[in-house]
């Protein structure tokens, strides 16, 4: 018998190879989905039943977030009065792994006599939704990441990968910026992070320690010490941003120096780090936070136009708005 850890792996592998093969099927079917799509003029319908339901909902989620105009319709329901909710111009996505459900049997002829062109997702091309269908997506996998090959854990990942990949594509098409992003997520996190800017967070005024680059290393020391902050900003004669010096490479300096009055008399410039990441004010937050991640950093100074100090941005700051 495996493991947990080796179940849990194989679950897990079995599952992105499939991911991989449904990219490498992807053609001009997918585009003319996509196509389709962007041209409905009401809106995308997303329709299936049990697991291909419970996906149905999430990918018209996210396809209402990104800026395409969305609604679930329960298969069954839809049979006793919700296909109320469909309209002329509509697109209607129909998900179904065996593409045979009873319920799509009947819905599928309704919506059809609307004038709703539909999109199968289903993993059977020869199927009475395939067959009765625009459009048809291929989200068939080699076999399911349970071990009796039956309950739908491998088909269930293609459906969603396959819908995200409709969502985004669509979404790019659109040009969908940060700012559009913000109209549906005005609340929680998400909202929050998609208005705030690095000037909204960044340390100002007496909380920065910006020195001349040639002050004395104590100086530096005493800087960070009055501004309460974690490091001090380094400029030249213009000041220009010429680099750094974090509390921890203090520490680290005064550790390996064989004589520390030494050291805290020789120049900030001697130990600074040079060519640092430079955030600017109006930078969202949150692509502020990718760059630090992305640099294994937790903080950087900010600057403007003329690559003067305006402020510094710490992590803690990010962490305190509920970014991280």
Known sequence: MPTVLESARRVLVLESQAIAQTAEKLDATFEAAVELMWNCRGRVVVTGLGKSGAVGRKIASTLASTGTPALFLHAAEGLHGDLGMVAPGDVMLAISYSGRSDELLTLIPAVKAM????????????????????????ASVEREACPL????????????????ALAISLME?????????????????????????????MRVGDRVAVLHEDVAFREVLEGITHAGAGAAIL??????????????????????????GELLQSTAESHMTRSPLALRSEMAALDALRLLQERKLNDAPVVDEENRPVGWLEDQELLRAGLM
Request: charged letters at 20%; zero cysteines.
């Open 235 to 260: 400029v030249d004669d213009d000041g220009i941003l010429s680099g750094y010096l974090t509390d921890g490479d203090l520490r680290r300096h005064l550790l390996k120096a064989a004589d520390a």
């Open 173 to 201: 098409k659109r040009g969908f910026a940060p700012a559009d992003f913000l109209k549906f997520h005005p609340g929680g996190t998400l909202g929050r992070g998609a208005n705030l800017t690095v000037g909204d967070l």
């Open 115 to 138: 004038g709703v062109q539909v999109i199968a997702l289903t993993g059977s091309s020869q199927s009475y939704l395939a067959l009765n269908s625009h459009l048809v997506l291929d």
């Open 149 to 164: 090959n039956l309950a739908p854990t491998s088909s269930t990942t293609v459906a969603l990968a396959l819908g995200d």
